[in-house]
């Protein structure tokens, strides 16, 4: 699959325009994910990286939401990296319904799980006391199992998401209230 500078440019407006929040092209020379800024009511979403496999890359493609563009050379060949766009500005998220609440957040677009199997017990419940590094949820990503651990100490307040729904880059996950 050839796919030229001109043909990228109009692929990626075109994609901004709908609300499609990530596409992937894949052929025996590269592989293309593109994935943009998402807004989730009045919460916007930060976009995210695009990876190109085994493909040229133009420091002058994008002028959409992309982030960053990585070239993975076939096996032996040089890694590149270059910086197409400075990221977009998203606006804060609304403050959560106590303000001294946090929440633990999707790093990942998945779907969340909140147990480690089916037939095991949740990680944590409403009024649970967690500590920093304790794993809260798994979000599955390309048939990967991520545990994502709270990066502070407190209680339970709300769990945001139900079990086995897809999940967004940034999405609200947990609401902690810390210690």
Do not use: H
Not at 80 to 91: I, N, V, Y
Not at 105 to 115: A, E, I, L, N, Q
């Amino acid at each position: 699959m050839q796919l030229d500078l001109n043909q990228l440019r109009e692929l990626l407006a075109d994609l901004d325009k709908t609300n499609i929040s990530e596409l992937t092209l894949k052929s025996a020379d590269f592989e293309l994910t593109v994935r943009k800024e998402v807004s989730l009511g009045s919460q916007a979403l930060p976009a995210v990286e695009t990876l190109l496999t085994g493909a040229e890359v133009s420091s002058q493609l994008v002028s959409s939401p992309v982030v960053t563009t990585t070239a993975v050379a076939p096996v032996g060949e040089a890694l590149t990296t270059s910086t197409l766009t400075t990221p977009s500005t998203a606006s804060p998220p609304p403050p959560s319904a106590e303000s001294k609440w946090v929440d633990i957040t999707s790093p990942m677009v998945g779907t969340f799980y909140r147990s480690p199997a089916p037939d095991e017990p949740v990680f944590v419940e409403i009024g649970d006391r967690i500590s920093t590094g304790q794993s809260v949820c798994i979000i599955e990503a390309m048939k990967l199992m991520n545990e994502i651990e709270a990066e502070f100490s407190g209680q339970v307040m709300e769990i945001l998401v139900q079990n086995g729904s897809p999940v967004e880059y940034g999405q609200p996950l947990i609401r902690i209230k810390p210690d």
